[in-house]
């Protein structure tokens, strides 16, 4: 459970705009499906190794790419509504300061505005841009749906709360890259709980690499930066697919009291929204996170329909038609349908 309180500014900067940029990171059936995916840009040319494998001699390549630099960030960690989504974004190490920076203004995508956020994310993913060809980046999308499943899965597995599947989302993005032939030699990852603690769990991962976990690093290093604007829009984008999906012929034109805002539990719009689409049965669709505790409490206390399951009873001499049995009942009903009762004697 992870419901997170924001100010009235932090509200408004982390609600989608309603043109926002939709880039290819947005997979709109899995979105809507409910299902988590990831995906990576191409590669740019200039990171490729100079000469490809020679597969047919057995013996592979040791020429690598321009040394990289990769940063990590997430976007959307504490709403009730839309996905979790991780971002990497990398680029030579040279080009960090001078071209995120210094020309582009990257910073903390909490604090750029949303147009300026998808202004960015356009220009990365526009061919003959500077951007586009010197970085590249990837996105993981941990789906409401996945993310409430997998932490409320039943007492007797081991739980997967969201740090760890943060944590696998990040090494799951930089396995991906170094798969893809770049060769990432820093790495600069926006902390999940102790600093030393998680930088420890994933230089066992990546025993070569040289990696730095720090509090703030999206406002420390520009690569990170960079990472949490794909993370950001790519959630804001998702969240609008969603909205649209639930609300059909009002994007663009819905009011503010329809809405659902920000997606976050603090968002009066997003609780709003929650109680006016609440099905007393099977409450809402893929777009929330049913593990929360303004989805849990809102359908114990506000109207939803509480199912009492039967308890299992191991009995070996239990027949089939027990099943459809009433109450007090010795008749057998299932029997009785079909015809004559038999007994146990005729079997």
């Not at 040791?62 to 504490?78: H, K, N, S, Y």
């Not at 020309?103 to 993913?125: E, G, I, N």
Request: one cysteine or more; aromatic letters at 8%; glycine letters at 8%.
């Amino acid at each position: 459970m992870e419901d997170s309180q924001m100010d009235d500014a932090n509200v408004a900067l982390e609600t989608p705009i309603t043109d926002v940029f939709v880039p290819p990171s947005i997979h709109k059936p899995a979105t809507l499906a409910g299902e988590s995916y990831t995906h990576f840009s191409r590669v740019p040319p200039s990171l490729q190794p100079p000469q490809a494998p020679d597969a047919s001699s057995g013996t592979p390549d040791q020429t690598l790419g321009a040394p990289c630099v990769l940063g990590v960030d997430e976007a959307g960690r504490g709403p009730v509504l839309g996905p979790m989504v991780y971002g990497v974004f990398y680029l030579p190490i040279e080009q960090s300061d001078p071209l995120l920076k210094q020309t582009h203004h990257f910073d903390d995508s909490k604090v750029l505005t949303p147009a300026v956020r998808s202004s960015l994310m356009q220009s990365l993913c526009t061919p003959d841009t500077d951007l586009f060809s010197q970085c590249g980046w990837a996105i993981s999308s941990l789906s409401a749906r996945d993310i409430g499943a997998n932490m409320l899965r039943p007492s007797s597995s081991a739980p997967y709360n969201l740090n760890a599947q943060a944590f696998d989302a990040t090494v799951t993005l930089i396995q991906g890259v170094l798969a893809r032939g770049v060769n990432v030699r820093e790495v600069y990852v926006d902390t999940v709980g102790p600093p030393d603690s998680y930088r420890a769990k994933l230089a066992r991962v990546f025993p070569t690499l040289q990696i730095t976990v720090a509090k703030k690093a999206d406002s420390l290093y520009p690569c990170v930066s960079a990472a949490s604007v794909c993370a950001k829009v790519t959630r804001d984008a998702a969240l609008e697919a969603l909205y649209e999906a639930r609300e059909p012929g009002t994007e663009g034109e819905e009011s503010e009291e329809a809405s659902w805002g920000s997606g976050y539990p603090s968002d009066a719009r997003c609780v709003a929204w929650l109680r006016r689409n609440m099905h007393p049965v099977f409450g809402w669709g893929p777009e929330c996170r049913f593990s929360w505790g303004t989805a849990k409490d809102m359908l114990e206390t506000k109207g939803g329909v509480k199912v009492e399951w039967p308890v299992d009873e191991d009995d070996e001499n239990t027949r089939l038609t027990d099943y459809f049995q009433g109450a007090g009942k010795d008749t057998d009903e299932l029997g009785t349908w079909f015809g004559t009762p038999a007994g146990l004697e005729a079997f």
